[in-house]
């Protein structure tokens, strides 16, 4: 069973416009990180959060971690044509990293 | 450095042929993983290593063996192929501290088809 799950599956936007993505876990964490997957493409690390992390910024980037909700959520500002790509939350236990099934981001020039 | 290679890119087996993905990275990076990668899912973890001869299963392990007999390198053999192990296979790789995740860094992936 997956550990993280995004929502929602797929979002259509604008460029400009801000895109959120939720990620929800189920069991404790000691960090929780984001990755980018372009079409045919590895995965590429965005962003890590630690557990008595709240919020984190890397360029457009803003992630916010709540372990009472077990839920974390990804913003990217200002949207460009160029972030369109499937974004994945992944958590882990001791030694088993486990991602979500993914977000579809579509940015329209 | 490389960072993380996978060969080969692109494969296809027939049903019952084995075969080996190869995966190496030049960071010393403790912990290697291998996860596979079906149309619109995420990634399940096959298997795992945190380090030279530990390996473990991950969710998705059977069909799939795995050793690490030096850091640099994780191969993924696949016993006796099936159809159901079309899809592409990505290996990572990360410093892994008392059980704590970092950034993985992943390879381009193998795409397998089985017939």
């Known amino acids: 069973s997956q550990q993280g799950e995004e929502d929602p599956q797929a979002l259509s936007i604008q460029e400009g416009e801000n895109a959120t993505m939720n990620c929800s876990y189920k069991?404790?964490?000691?960090?929780l990180q984001w990755y980018r997957q372009n079409s045919g493409r590895g995965l590429v690390h965005l962003i890590l959060?630690?557990?008595?992390?709240r919020e984190k910024h890397s360029g457009r980037l803003r992630v916010t971690l709540d372990t009472s909700k077990k839920s974390s959520s990804l913003l990217i500002t200002a949207s460009r044509a160029a972030d369109t790509a499937s974004y994945f939350c992944a958590t882990g236990g001791y030694n088993k990293l486990i991602f979500g099934a993914g977000t579809r981001l579509a940015v329209h020039p | 450095n490389a960072g993380v290679t996978q060969t080969p890119k692109f494969q296809v087996l027939k049903t019952g042929q084995s075969m080996t993905l190869q995966c190496a990275q030049d960071m010393n990076h403790e912990y290697m993983s291998w996860y596979r990668q079906d149309p619109g899912m995420g990634l399940r973890l096959i298997h795992y290593?945190?380090?030279?001869?530990?390996?473990d299963q991950g969710e998705v392990p059977n069909g799939y063996n795995v050793s690490r007999s030096t850091t640099e390198d994780f191969p993924l053999r696949l016993l006796s192929a099936a159809p159901s192990q079309t899809s592409v296979y990505f290996c990572a790789s990360s410093y892994n501290r008392a059980g704590v995740h970092n950034e993985q860094f992943f390879g381009p992936g193998t795409r397998l088809t089985v017939l």
């Open positions: 290593s945190v380090g030279a001869g530990i390996t």
């Open positions: 069991t404790s964490i000691n960090n």
């Open positions: 959060i630690r557990s008595n992390e």
